[in-house]
């Protein structure tokens, strides 16, 4: 008995250094924050599961491209929709096109998915924010991002499609 404790212990020793050694040191999730005309908006970015989407969102976000931009299709029920200059639905940043991310991810309230064509491919600048369940998206859209506070102002936002007079994103910023 005492052998196999005393072998116990040595393998212990030697598999427990290398296993911390290895674990992944823990990072701070990426976050954009939209300031709205209905208030603040703080999406946490979801770079473990769709990482170019992720970047991209911060990075127009940088870039300026997000500030005073609408939300240009709200549903009740289903989602609010923005990332176009043009308020259109049409328009996108100059960056090319993403290729999808698509994950088991769900999209439920608060999830945040790259809008696209019916191209899986063609997702670029615009995103959108659920309201609830929106399980028949799941697989065919990139979940980038979940909303951490402020889902209470999204709820807030005038519908239609299109929207008229629509809130918009008064500035976004990434840290």
């Known amino acids: 008995m005492i052998r196999i404790l005393a072998a116990l212990a040595l393998a212990l020793s030697v598999i427990a250094p290398a296993a911390a050694q290895t674990a992944a040191p823990a990072t701070a999730s990426p976050t ?36 005073n931009v609408p939300f240009h299709r709200v549903i009740e029920g289903f989602m609010a929709q923005t990332g176009d200059p043009t308020g259109t639905g049409t328009g996108k940043s100059s960056y090319p096109d993403l290729k ?64 008229q007079n629509p809130d918009r994103i008064v500035k976004a910023t990434a840290k």
């Open 100 to 163: 999808a991310e698509f994950t088991k991810t769900p999209f439920v309230r608060g999830t945040v998915g790259m809008a696209r064509s019916s191209s899986p491919n063609s997702a670029n600048s615009q995103f959108f924010i659920c309201f609830g369940d929106a399980s028949f998206l799941n697989g065919q859209y990139t979940v980038v991002g979940e909303v951490v506070s402020g889902m209470e102002n999204v709820d807030k936002l005038k519908r239609g499609e299109p929207v």
């Open 32 to 67: 954009l924050t939209l300031e709205t005309t209905k208030g603040p908006v703080v999406i946490r970015l979801r770079s473990d599961l769709a990482p170019e989407h992720a970047k991209r969102l911060a990075q127009l976000a940088k870039d300026g491209f997000y500030n």
